[in-house]
């Protein structure tokens, strides 16, 4: 049984009229289902996993296969929400494999990338005596992101308030539910235009400008201490207040024009893209 049959037959036994159940099927020989919580919010859900499961079956591969790895059904929807938004970028900006990492670090692209992460980390040493730069020349595996994605506090509450409208949005629809008529642009209208009261501090797994080494997150060390990290509560009192801020983007610019930044929505005083 695939994502989509188990809940979409019990939407139908629970939404089909009586007399059309199937012989020896009638809801009053289901004695179990009385036990079985199938209030309007259960039912929802219901449609919510059902709908979930058919858009996500149109997505390509990468992204499908992540979404499976994304746990629970508030954050797969957010994540969903994510995918159909950034569509046309779901290939081109999907996050490297190993293998394509390796690749791209015997190009000359590479080698510039690093030359110049080099120069910012010395003109930062050079303007801050006692203080230097670090930062990772890896590309950022996507199950690194999907940890993230699984754990972060801001995706879970921007998630929780995701599900929660859809939830009430389908609450308050019609309960039928015919199988041959499953028209998915109703729920991925309001999967679109939800309103979230947080923006979540990571990347959707698979899309983050880590992925491809297109971004570089910068901390501040003092001796081998780091003393401005990349968490995301200490963008105001890690940066901002001692002004490590402003000193990453003067030394950036002092030497290239490559880097642009820094992220402001989420704000990421440390998250510099890289244009190569
Ligand atoms: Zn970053």
Redesign the pocket.
């Known amino acids: 049984m695939d994502l989509i049959s188990l809940p979409m037959m019990m939407l139908m036994l629970l939404t089909m009229p009586q007399d059309e159940f199937p012989a020896g099927m009638a809801m009053h020989n289901f004695s179990s289902l009385d036990a079985l919580p199938f209030t309007p919010t259960a039912i929802a859900d219901l449609k919510i996993q059902v709908q979930l499961a058919a858009i996500a079956e149109q997505l390509p591969e990468r992204p499908k296969a992540t979404l499976l790895e994304i746990e629970g059904a508030d954050r797969k929807l957010l994540a969903l929400r994510h995918y159909l938004n950034r569509h046309d970028d779901l290939n081109h900006e999907w996050t490297w494999s190993r293998a394509q990492f390796q690749q791209f670090q015997r190009t000359k692209a590479y080698r510039n990338a690093i030359a110049e992460v080099e120069l910012v980390k010395a003109k930062f040493a050079e303007l801050n005596p006692g203080y230097s730069l670090g930062t990772s020349l890896q590309a950022r595996p996507i199950e690194e992101q999907l940890e993230s994605w699984n754990s972060v506090p801001s995706v879970g509450a921007a998630a929780q308030s995701l599900h929660q409208q859809l939830r009430q949005s389908l609450v308050d629809s019609n309960l039928t539910f015919p199988a041959d008529s499953l028209d998915l642009e109703p729920f991925r209208q309001a999967l679109l235009t939800a309103r979230l009261p947080i923006v979540p501090t990571v990347a959707v797994p698979g899309l983050?400008?880590?992925g491809q080494l297109r971004?570089?997150?910068f901390v501040v060390k003092q001796g081998g201490t780091v003393i401005a990290g990349?968490n995301a509560g200490a963008a105001r009192s890690q940066w901002d207040k001692p002004g490590w801020t402003k000193k990453l983007q003067e030394a950036i610019r002092a030497v290239s024009r490559n880097f642009s930044g820094p992220?402001r929505s989420p704000y990421?005083p440390?998250?510099y893209t890289y244009r190569r």
């Open positions: 983050s400008q880590h971004a570089f997150d990349t992220l990421e440390w998250h």
